[in-house]
């Protein structure tokens, strides 16, 4: 038998030209986001609780920590917008596990699309919500008092940095999402790692008030690396040693993570 | 002949469980193929294989003409697969789902939502066309699985259980839309574990147990190697199964089965029944029941593999699971 018998009026092509590779991987994105139409649950869920975290933390512990409810903004947003960005890592690999869970990434394999758009598509579309957060917190702060001390340049700047960083840090949450069995334990993994991993940096207390063991720890924790690059961008000090850190430990969790999360995706499908 | 689709001695373990002993198959073009067995038989591994989706670890399978592994994108671009682990999205509406897939093929928004709509029009879904896919019916929710795998105008489609679970009404329907696609020249390779479903649809029939094609042919052909007709005895007295039990056996020559108080043997010689029938008289032994009909494939099954086709092995789904 010849394919031409059986295919008179198409003849396949062999392969995927890289442009159509980025439509897939877009239409996929459309696909994510369009969710939230039907779900504003998910955005209202994006948008209560960094919202929620910033008055809280203000009001409550500002004062008891910083003296004044607006000085402690001004030190405390930055960290919050890390801390938060890291929580929203983790839509990434909840999204991707349900798909792999529910069948919904075999019916994509098994279509004649590039064989990564399914996964680009995606972290495109949590890219996107990331960038919605982002914009949300800086809104938030901006009505609250905080002031931005670098003008746009300044908040260009740090947009572009904890999206950098956030786009490396997702491959922790691919990672997970291929490892564990449902999309729930995605979330236990997030609170388990996320909420010491941020509450042990200088996110919302300076290390010099933390106990000595512990400031060891909080001046090596990438969280603090990051939180200081945007401060640094956001509101002045210093600015290329923290951005430069941010950049390496995003470059090393990529190059670490990526490849194990590949090559985990790999062997689940 | 023309085959859609052809497997040589397709083996693929998952750790210690060998889930494809060797298959092979060959389906002609525009036929349905059927391939019956219980869970964990190997059915859905198979289609899994040919559908591109897993690479066999010995053999090789063409669909189209192009190899599943070295020409898996052109494959892709000839078949449609419906299974239960290839699915739709849940949270989409029918007609986002249909035109997700539609742009996803390179069609234009507008030729794609046009598809959507005509293929929500066949398969009746054109009132729960904007409602999230989640909230649909399990017979709904199978018709859009399989709109969803007819976008791009398959050639060969792949049907992994596409009723299971199914009320009858729900089933026919689903039956009726596969006949009248062969009847356009698709291609169907079907799997089930119904025996009735596969007597329905497919041409031909291959069973499948433990990995391996066991038996292959016609639905008539099959039900012929069993001898073709089964005696049916139930006595009023169940006191009296026994009895019957030897009766049957020794004039049949088979081995009879007892279920629901009622005694089944295999027959390929009609003079069997008036045998049994003088035989129970002799022995005093009043009938409630007396019939002899076609083997269901139930019993081809049976008769073929030695268990019961409900009689699902211990690793039932480990196909799935460690897939």
Partial sequence: ?269 | MDYAIRAEGLVRRFGATTALAGVDLAVPTGSVFGLLGPNGAGKTTAVRVLATLLRPDEGHATVGGFDVVRDAHRVRQLIGLTGQYASVDETLTGAENLLLIGRLLGLSRVDAKQRARQLLTDFQLSDAADRAAKTYSGGMRRRLDLAASLVGRPQVLFLDEPTTGLDPRSRNDLWDIVRTLVADGVTVLLTTQYLEEADQLAGEIAVVDHGRVIAQGTPEELKAKTGGQTLTVRPTDATNLGAVVAIAGEVSGATPEVAQNAVTVAVNDPSVLPAVVSRLDAAGIPVAELALRGASLDEVFLSLTGHRAEDAPADTDLERTSA
Avoid: C
């Fill in chain 1, 1 to 269: 038998m010849t394919a031409a018998t059986l295919t008179p009026a198409l003849s396949p092509a062999r392969r995927l030209g890289p442009a159509a590779g980025l439509r897939h991987t877009f239409t996929l994105a459309w696909r994510s986001l369009v969710q939230i139409k039907h779900n504003p649950m998910e955005l209202l869920d994006l948008s209560i609780q960094p919202v929620m975290f910033v008055l809280l933390f203000t009001y409550v512990f500002g004062t008891a920590i910083a003296g004044s409810s607006g000085e402690y903004l001004t030190f405390m947003l930055p960290g919050i917008m890390v801390q938060n960005a890291l929580f929203a890592t983790m839509t990434t690999g909840f999204g991707l596990n349900n798909d792999l869970t529910k069948g919904v990434f075999d019916r994509l394999r098994a279509l004649p699309i590039a064989r990564w758009a399914p996964l680009a598509g995606r972290i495109l579309a949590d890219t996107v919500k990331q960038a919605w957060s982002i914009a949300l917190l800086l809104g938030v702060g901006a009505v609250l008092g905080f002031r931005v001390g670098n003008g746009v340049l300044g908040v260009v700047g740090a947009f572009a940095l904890l999206l950098a960083f956030t786009l490396a840090a997702s491959w922790i949450s691919v990672l997970v999402g291929v490892l564990v069995s449902e999309p729930d334990k995605v979330q236990i993994f997030g609170f388990m790692v996320i909420f010491p991993l941020t509450f042990t940096s200088n996110i919302f207390v300076p290390t010099d008030r933390m106990p000595g063991w512990l400031q060891n720890w909080v001046e090596v924790n990438p969280v603090t690396v990051v939180a200081d690059a945007l401060r640094g961008l956001l509101v002045g000090g210093p600015v290329a040693g923290p951005v430069l850190q941010t950049l390496l430990w995003g470059f090393g969790i990529a190059v670490i993570f990526a490849p194990l999360a590949v090559r985990g995706l790999k062997r689940r499908v």
